[in-house]
């Protein structure tokens, strides 16, 4: 290569401030791809979107599969037999707050199965009432995901839940 070509290459070349300051790097503007469908968009964290049985739009497919398979070792449990409805609600949202301030991120909510064999049997209550409050109430923004677990976890009569990460 002659000298003249590698001036030629080299013009406009500015030489770099070796010990440059932060403040002077300017940012680069991040493109986002239109096709690309982001998993949770920070406006529904913001919001804290409500999340339903079984519903796992909110993640990965691969912490989806992971939660589906039940490999996340549950760090706390909240056995709920012989409490009250009333008293209930209490103990399970600051179970969750608790839970989720610890940086715990799968806990097991055991509320029973209870006996509705009839159509307006008051028995099973909280088993009926629990996923509302889950979905429903102030500890909704806290949940990724809930779902019955497997009958060796406590099948019908508990919930598996997976807490958001605490930043």
Known sequence: MSDESWSEVVKGVKKLKTNRHVEEIKPKEVNLRKDKVTTVAFDVLKKGKSVKMDDFSQMDGSLAKRFKREEF???????????????AFDKVSDFIKLAYNQGKRCVL??????????????RGVLRKSVPN???????SPLILAYKNPSEALGGTGALYILLRKNA
């Open 73 to 87: 070792k549950v760090e706390a449990t909240l056995d709920l037999h012989g409490v009250t409805e009333k008293d």
């Open 109 to 122: 909510i055991v509320t029973g199965k209870g006996f509705d064999d009839t159509l307006f049997s008051t």
């Open 133 to 139: 409050w889950l979905s429903d109430s102030e500890i």
